[in-house]
């Protein structure tokens, strides 16, 4: 459990009390159980912010407390919303709902998703459709799940065109491969994330 010193002047009383009720949630086997299995960048992302929330709880200075708990408070949201959005691609979403997700967050010719899929673009809006039972392949939902969540990752650092570039292209961390190419194959899904995660610059504080 977090613990805290006594507080000084710098965030009004209900201000604290509420950082502090969030606070002591987060290092609890539950909530730690909850994140288990989410991106790690993102879980970092949390943790750091709601840490350097912590930091303000001590300041002295009421401008430097306002400051840095307005600054990690973002952080920590960011972070938040990006857990929220994995979730959409998880492995207990349904497959078709998955497939409209990326087809949607992509924000590119349903041609060039189907590509990266190895698919037809007939193909993938069958995959899409609720009034049709067509649905991937294991193999093709693994492609599917793996490519949301990278895309998941990359949206927010590269537009859209950048985002199918950085895909298509060899990648030094994937032993020269590119990322497209190990779509498919579920023990690459961790370092298609990791390398994915690498693209997100740290935010600053």
Same mark, same amino acid.
């Given at each position: 459990?977090?613990?805290?010193?006594?507080?000084?002047?710098?965030?009004?009383?209900?201000?604290?009390?509420?950082?502090? @009720? $969030?606070?002591?949630?987060?290092?609890?086997?539950?909530? /730690?159980?909850?994140?288990?299995?989410?991106?790690?960048?993102?879980? !970092?992302?949390?943790?750091? #912010?709601?840490?350097?929330?912590?930091?303000?709880?001590? !300041?002295?200075?009421?401008?430097?407390?306002?400051?840095?708990?307005?600054?990690?408070?973002?952080?920590?949201?960011?972070?938040?919303?990006?857990?929220?959005? !994995?979730?959409? $691609?998880?492995?207990? @979403?349904?497959?078709? !709902?998955? $497939?409209?997700?990326?087809?949607?967050?992509?924000?590119?010719?349903?041609?060039?998703?189907?590509?990266?899929?190895?698919?037809?673009?007939?193909?993938?809006?069958?995959?899409?459709?609720? =009034?049709?039972?067509?649905?991937?392949?294991?193999?093709?939902?693994?492609?599917?799940?793996?490519?949301?969540?990278?895309? =998941? @990752?990359?949206?927010?650092?590269?537009?859209?065109?950048?985002?199918?570039?950085?895909?298509?292209?060899?990648?030094? #961390?994937? #032993? #020269?491969?590119?990322?497209?190419?190990?779509?498919?194959?579920?023990?690459?899904?961790?370092?298609?994330?990791?390398?994915?995660?690498? @693209? /997100?610059?740290?935010?600053?504080?």
């Amino acid at each position: 459990m977090l613990t805290f010193t006594a507080t000084r002047p710098g965030l009004d009383e209900d201000a604290k009390l509420a950082i502090k @009720q $969030v606070l002591h949630q987060l290092p609890s086997d539950d909530v /730690r159980a909850a994140f288990a299995d989410c991106d790690p960048y993102l879980v !970092e992302q949390l943790f750091a #912010g709601a840490f350097g929330v912590a930091l303000a709880l001590s !300041e002295t200075d009421e401008a430097a407390a306002r400051r840095t708990a307005r600054v990690n408070l973002e952080r920590a949201r960011q972070a938040l919303r990006d857990l929220l959005e !994995e979730g959409s $691609v998880g492995s207990d @979403q349904p497959i078709k !709902e998955v $497939v409209r997700w990326l087809v949607e967050a992509a924000e590119v010719p349903q041609g060039e998703i189907a590509t990266l899929l190895r698919t037809t673009t007939r193909t993938l809006q069958r995959w899409m459709s609720t =009034n049709d039972t067509a649905a991937p392949t294991r193999e093709q939902a693994t492609a599917v799940r793996t490519l949301a969540r990278v895309l =998941n @990752q990359l949206r927010h650092t590269l537009t859209p065109s950048g985002t199918i570039a950085w895909l298509t292209r060899s990648h030094p #961390g994937l #032993g #020269g491969a590119a990322p497209r190419d190990l779509l498919a194959e579920p023990r690459s899904a961790s370092r298609l994330l990791s390398a994915a995660s690498a @693209q /997100r610059a740290p935010v600053a504080c």
